[in-house]
């Protein structure tokens, strides 16, 4: 079968953490290892496998196998010809919690692999098969790497990937957007942007976004820690309030001032252009470029004592004041006052 033969090629490794294969790009092979914590990336890395060997092999046979629960010969026996010539396409999943005879299965049967038959292994991350891993890997199969998005940066660069891949576009001020909206789950990102790539009729832009999304509590907050910085603070103390009455925790709400101080006082210290700041800070440019006209007139007492009121507030609204709300309100006076003072 042509689509079990054919290897990721090495183009794919670029943009995936620890040179593994991008989720985007992965493809058919005799062996392919899907490794790491991150479900949601596995998952469309594993989708895009199948639906590629079911499109070269429409009567394709699949079988899934459960690692953890496995029966001895269950893949052996998986792999053998068909009585009706079906090309096959193999599924084994729990390879962090895979017991010994899967463990003495899979390490024969990667030993001579069938050319043409696809098996996708799926481990979620642990040290449980680490000499199955390491003969994979020394087959010179195709090693999916999904690790976990935690930085703004990787989540910003995902939604604009997503968007080149699609065909549409979206502003770069948008991505941050959406990023800020949605951004704590991977799984509702991605999401997100299939629902903007279909439903939007032009570029995505931030109005956009708003339109979709400006109701969740890290848009919310982000609204209000925009308007602080910018120094106006009776915008922010009205969209803070606002979200209050709405039911958002405080909590999200000085993280993101908090977050975007932090970031003001990283690109503070830095000369060179957003590109070289960018690099040196493993940010994206344009979040460095933002970040450089935010903090144009800013100095290090305005700074330092904005951080220092938001650090008082995060400890308050975490416990330590009756009046959380009050807390952020005189943080937000501080902050505005600072930027006021630039």
């Known amino acids: 079968m042509a689509a079990a033969t054919r290897r990721a090629p090495n183009a794919s490794r670029s943009g995936a953490p620890g040179g593994g294969v991008d989720f985007r790009n992965a493809a058919p092979a005799p062996i392919v ?9 596995a998952a469309r890395a594993m989708d895009s496998i199948r639906r590629q060997a079911r499109s070269a092999s429409p009567d394709l046979e699949v079988t899934r196998l459960d690692a953890q629960t496995y029966a ?7 792999a053998s010809p068909s009585l009706f010539g079906e090309q096959k396409y193999i599924e084994a999943s729990g390879l962090e919690s895979m017991n010994e005879d899967f463990l003495k299965d899979a390490l024969a049967y990667v030993s001579a692999p069938e050319p043409d038959i696809v098996l996708v292994l799926r481990h979620a991350g642990g040290t449980r098969g680490k000499k199955l891993l390491d003969a994979v890997r020394g087959a010179g199969a195709p090693v999916v790497d999904c690790q976990p998005l935690k930085k703004d940066a990787d989540k910003a660069a995902f939604v604009a990937a997503e968007f080149k891949g699609s065909g549409r576009r979206i502003e770069r001020e948008a991505v941050d957007a959406l990023v800020a909206a949605v951004g704590s789950s991977l799984a509702e990102l991605g999401a997100a942007c299939s629902q903007l790539q279909l439903d939007a009729t032009s570029t995505v832009d931030v109005a956009t976004v708003e339109k979709y999304f400006g109701g969740r509590v890290e848009a919310t907050a982000f609204k209000v820690a925009d308007a602080a910085i910018a120094g106006r603070s ?3 103390l009205s969209a803070f309030r606002h979200a209050v009455e709405t039911g958002v925790d405080p909590v999200p709400i000085v993280a993101a001032i908090g977050s975007k101080l932090r970031t003001l006082a990283k690109v503070a ?3 060179g252009s957003a590109q070289s700041v960018a690099r040196t800070l493993g940010m994206q440019p344009w979040l460095v470029e933002q970040a450089q006209r935010d903090i144009r007139g800013w100095t290090p007492q305005s700074l330092a004592a904005a951080i ?5 507030a995060d400890a308050e609204v975490k416990g330590l004041a009756r009046d959380p709300a009050y807390a952020v309100e005189r943080a937000l006076a501080v902050v505005s006052a600072s930027a006021r003072a630039r």
């Open 72 to 78: 001895p010969g269950s893949l052996l026996l998986a």
């Open 269 to 271: 210290g830095e000369r």
């Open 308 to 312: 220092r009121a938001v650090a008082e």
């Open 33 to 41: 290892l899907v490794s790491g914590p991150e479900d949601y990336l």
């Open 234 to 236: 009776a915008l922010a």
